[in-house]
């Protein structure tokens, strides 16, 4: 039955041969290279990769708000949707008429 030890030495000796092969130190200094040292290295594939997310997060939800505005713009080309929305925003009122506003009160 084989050690650790008898292991350890086993893998150090593949990992020299593997070494001593010049396309595998080629090999290994361009893997290197490309994900560290490089102008776009994997940090900054993963970084770009989660802002697009947030931003196509955002799109959607842009999207959303401005399906949200369109209905409400067509809500508001009717006269008496105009006035209800300047009544309950702006508290406009008729001549004729007196206004009370009533507002909740937040318990603490």
């Known amino acids: 039955m084989p050690t650790f030890s008898v292991f350890i030495c086993d893998m150090k000796k593949r990992v020299i041969k593997f070494f001593k092969n010049k396309y595998a130190?080629?090999?290994t200094i361009?893997?290197?290279?490309?994900?560290?040292?490089?102008?776009?290295?994997?940090?900054?594939?993963?970084?770009?990769?989660m802002e697009l997310y947030s931003l196509q997060?955002?799109?959607?939800?842009?999207?959303?708000?401005?399906?949200?505005?369109?209905?409400?713009?067509?809500?508001l080309k009717n006269n008496q949707a105009l006035e209800k929305f300047a009544r309950e925003t702006y508290y406009m009122k008729r001549?004729?008429?007196?206004?009370?506003?009533?507002?909740?009160?937040?318990?603490?």
């Open 25 to 27: 130190i080629s090999l």
């Open 30 to 49: 361009f893997v290197l290279w490309v994900c560290f040292f490089n102008e776009v290295d994997l940090f900054y594939v993963f970084k770009s990769r």
């Open 57 to 75: 997060k955002e799109v959607k939800e842009l999207e959303k708000k401005n399906e949200q505005a369109k209905i409400s713009l067509e809500d």
């Open 95 to 108: 001549d004729n008429e007196v206004v009370f506003v009533f507002k909740e009160v937040e318990e603490k």
